[in-house]
């Protein structure tokens, strides 16, 4: 069944994915004919790997359709900054 990708296009050969419709011709939660010829109609989009501490942004070659994923950090909240200070200063004395 075929998806429609709707993203930000940032040069001929690539632009980031903001939006993916599952069900772009379903009678309930379809979109306007309009809307659908916004987006690329995919066959299928790729699963993304899950990465500890890494987040998946999804990126189309919009000429030929190609779907990629990008693995970017995800900043540590103050906490985790926090308890990441700590255990180096441990590691530190640990050494000494």
Known sequence: MPVVVFFEKE???RAK???IHNQPYDEKNGLPLERIKQGIEV???PKRENI???KAVAYIN???KEIWYEYEDIP???EEQR???LED???KLEKQ
């Open 83 to 85: 308890i990441k200070e």
């Open 11 to 13: 040069t001929e050969t």
């Open 89 to 91: 200063r441990i590691a």
């Open 76 to 78: 540590l909240t103050k």
């Open 43 to 45: 066959e299928s989009v």
């Open 52 to 54: 500890e501490g890494k």
């Open 17 to 19: 994915i903001t939006m």
């Open 62 to 64: 919009p000429q030929t």
